[in-house]
């Protein structure tokens, strides 16, 4: 399996291709979004890339979910993720670092999870498993 | 020539329309793939007739409403000429007649070929085009999405679902500064349009300002403009090409 160092290396290099940045932009804690400028369709292309670049399978909603809170009315409550939200963010996402984000859960920020960071981990645990 | 080396696939390419986009864009310089279903007679002529004339073409036999067979295809093009550049999707079909004596099986091979073999080529090179950054893609509408007539049913439901399609997939590929564009021509003087020509007689020219039939070059004209850096500004618009027949106008 390859060194985390290794996966990182190859996540940029996707990265640099799908959204058409340069190298040096890219740093771990950058966001896809706001730093990268991914859009919606940047988003399907990373999976694909990344789907072929590792050989592995990454299911739909899974890598970047579009709709974790629509399940329970209780998840956000005035533009906020809840407790109980935050609990459905780290069971869907135990890649990302929501420790920032846990801070000021706003909905609107939930983007800046995004980062080429929780790729590579995201990464690392589908390898770990194969 | 405006479409110097560009890589370009057109559906329903043999004959009428299709066949006046292939010629028009193999003048322009493009490499010209085009599809046809079941008349290679038709096909084999139209390669021999853009050979001579010093152009490139080649004839791709496909039903459009298969989504694998048009997978195969554009990976056979990419496999011979490089990337795909410009998306023509013009194959179509008509089997008029009034709603209440519609039998399924007209609706359906209406929908999946006119509208759902739109859907599967461009499913085929979306994202390759995406991924380069540039590329065209141009629907072959009607004005029977607007000006429809009767025993049209299941066509204008093609053709009008082309129209919001072509808006929505242009919305989703801007960002690639890929286009999406529509043409949609009034009375064409091809194949498909004889009957209703042949009924209607000299009454068409009458609704028709310009005072002819369009002829497959006239589309041909927009399809090119609409392919080439000219139209880089042009995104999820349906370009009419009827010589005014739409506006609804009564000769006098």
């Not at chain 1, 400028?37 to 999976?47: H, M, P, Q, R, T």
């Not at chain 1, 694909?48 to 409550?77: A, H, M, T, W, Y």
Request: one cysteine or more; hydrophobic letters at 45%.
């Amino acid at each position: 399996m390859p060194s985390q160092a290794e996966i990182y290396q190859k996540v940029s290099a996707t990265l640099v291709d799908a959204l058409n940045v340069e190298q040096e932009e890219i740093k771990p804690t950058s966001t896809l979004q706001g730093d990268l400028g991914a859009e919606s369709i940047d988003f399907l292309d990373i999976v694909f890339r990344l789907e072929r670049e590792f050989g592995i399978k990454i299911p739909r909603n899974e890598l970047f979910p579009e709709s974790i809170f629509q399940g329970d009315p209780d998840f956000v409550q005035n533009g906020k993720v809840t407790s109980k939200g935050l609990d459905e963010l780290r069971t869907k996402m135990p890649f990302a670092d929501i420790s920032k984000f846990e801070k000021n859960p706003e909905l609107t920020a939930i983007s800046d999870l995004f980062t080429v960071e929780m790729i590579t981990k995201y990464i690392e645990g589908k390898l770990a498993k194969v | 020539m405006r479409l110097k080396d560009q890589v370009a696939i057109v559906t329903g390419g043999s004959r009428g329309i299709g066949r006046g986009i292939v010629k028009a864009y193999a003048a322009e310089g493009a490499k010209v793939a085009f599809i046809y279903k079941g008349n290679q007679a038709a096909a084999d002529s139209l390669v021999a007739e853009v050979t001579q004339a010093g152009g490139i073409a080649k004839a791709h036999q496909c039903d459009v409403a298969n989504h694998d067979d048009a997978l195969k295809v554009v990976e056979a093009v990419e496999a011979e000429w490089g990337p795909v550049n410009i998306l023509v999707n013009n194959a179509g079909v008509i089997r008029d007649g009034l709603f209440v004596g519609m039998r399924p099986e007209e609706w359906n091979v209406v929908i999946q070929t006119n509208l759902g073999g739109t859907f599967n080529f461009c499913h085929a090179v979306a994202m390759k085009l995406a991924r380069q950054r540039k590329g065209r893609i141009i629907n072959i509408s009607s004005v029977a999405a607007e000006h429809t007539n009767p025993g049209q049913t299941n066509y204008a439901a093609s053709k009008g679902a082309i129209n919001s399609f072509t808006r929505a997939l242009a919305v989703e590929l801007a960002g690639r500064s890929v286009t999406v564009n529509a043409i949609a021509p009034g009375f064409i003087e091809t194949d498909m349009s004889e009957n209703v020509r042949n009924k209607a007689g000299d009454l068409i020219k009458k609704m028709i300002p310009l005072k002819r039939l369009g002829q497959p070059d006239d589309i041909a004209k927009a399809a090119v403009f609409l392919a080439s850096a000219d139209a880089a500004y042009i995104t999820g618009q349906v370009l009419t090409v009827d010589g005014g027949l739409s506006l609804g106008a009564v000769a006098v």
